[in-house]
């Protein structure tokens, strides 16, 4: 029985993912942005363990998130699925971005980290310029693409840790529209096996996956030049650095 911590487990895909791993008999802590969510997370997902809330658009409420979750012990895995899309592009850059590398970095180092990503990364550019600006022309794709660089650099720095990256298609969620054509139980099936699975398909790091299977990816997140001066921005917008 794993250990996991969902971030953006309120609805959508980390819902689904939450619900998924209890009925498989994980213990799971969710993640929501408020109390009120929080409470409506807890009444929708009723076996969790707990509910754990903060912004993740402001820094000082990630690191108290960081903070919480350490004090509730060592997780065996953590999965960063929290995400906006259609917001202001500094919103983007904060939640997609900022947040994952922050929690990254304060929460005790677990097992396994998975980082949703997105296909429309392979549209993104990492403008690492634009992040001394506070992400002001990041956009969703852009995003995208540097939370999977953040898995890259986390895979090369940690080898003892299972880092990995996750596209779950475009699938019917409420961020996705209910137009949207992929399989919805295929979207979130591979993070949740990720963070758990002994199949040694799911033992592995520095990867990108699409409906568990490894997929083309942009081979710009794995520039480790690149990877150092993204690691260097994040340290000067948070405060907070990466442990080696």
Same mark, same amino acid.
Request: proline share 4%; charged share 20%.
């Given at each position: 029985?794993a250990?996991i911590?969902i971030?953006?487990?309120?609805d959508?895909?980390?819902?689904?993912?939450?619900?998924?791993?209890?009925?498989?008999?994980?213990?799971v802590?969710?993640?929501?942005?408020?109390?009120?969510?929080?409470?409506?997370?807890?009444?929708?997902?009723?076996?969790?363990?707990?509910?754990?809330t903060?912004?993740?658009?402001?820094?000082?409420?990630?690191?108290?998130?960081?903070?919480?979750?350490?004090? =509730?012990?060592?997780?065996? @895995? *953590?999965?960063?699925?929290?995400?906006?899309?259609?917001?202001? /592009?500094?919103?983007?850059?904060? #939640?997609?971005?900022i947040?994952?590398?922050?929690?990254?970095?304060?929460?005790q180092?677990?097992?396994?980290?998975?980082?949703?990503?997105?296909?429309?990364?392979?549209?993104?550019?990492?403008?690492?310029?634009?992040?001394?600006?506070?992400?002001?022309?990041?956009?969703?794709?852009?995003?995208?693409?540097?939370? =999977?660089?953040?898995?890259? @650099? *986390?895979?090369?720095?940690?080898?003892?840790?299972?880092?990995? /990256?996750?596209?779950?298609?475009? #699938?019917?969620?409420?961020?996705?529209?209910?137009g949207?054509?992929?399989?919805?139980?295929?979207?979130?099936?591979?993070?949740a096996?990720?963070?758990?699975?002994?199949?040694?398909?799911a033992?592995?790091?520095?990867?990108?996956?699409h409906?568990?299977k490894?997929?083309?990816?942009?081979?710009?997140?794995?520039?480790?030049?690149?990877?150092e001066?993204?690691?260097?921005?994040?340290?000067e917008?948070?405060?907070v650095?990466?442990?080696?």
């Amino acid at each position: 029985m794993a250990r996991i911590f969902i971030t953006g487990s309120a609805d959508g895909l980390g819902q689904l993912c939450a619900k998924l791993l209890i009925e498989q008999g994980h213990r799971v802590v969710l993640h929501a942005r408020n109390a009120e969510r929080g409470r409506e997370a807890m009444k929708n997902i009723p076996g969790a363990e707990a509910v754990l809330t903060g912004d993740l658009s402001s820094i000082e409420e990630t690191k108290k998130l960081a903070e919480h979750v350490n004090q =509730l012990g060592i997780f065996d @895995a *953590v999965i960063h699925n929290a995400g906006v899309y259609q917001v202001s /592009a500094s919103l983007i850059f904060s #939640v997609n971005t900022i947040a994952p590398y922050t929690l990254t970095c304060l929460i005790q180092k677990p097992q396994r980290l998975i980082y949703l990503s997105s296909g429309m990364h392979l549209q993104g550019h990492s403008k690492l310029d634009e992040l001394k600006r506070k992400g002001s022309g990041v956009s969703y794709s852009d995003s995208k693409l540097l939370v =999977l660089m953040l898995s890259m @650099a *986390v895979a090369r720095k940690w080898p003892d840790v299972y880092s990995n /990256a996750v596209d779950p298609g475009w #699938v019917p969620t409420k961020m996705g529209g209910p137009g949207a054509p992929d399989d919805l139980q295929k979207g979130f099936e591979t993070q949740a096996w990720l963070a758990v699975s002994n199949d040694d398909k799911a033992k592995v790091s520095g990867r990108y996956f699409h409906h568990q299977k490894e997929s083309r990816y942009n081979t710009e997140a794995d520039n480790t030049l690149l990877q150092e001066k993204f690691l260097t921005l994040c340290k000067e917008i948070t405060g907070v650095s990466f442990p080696q």
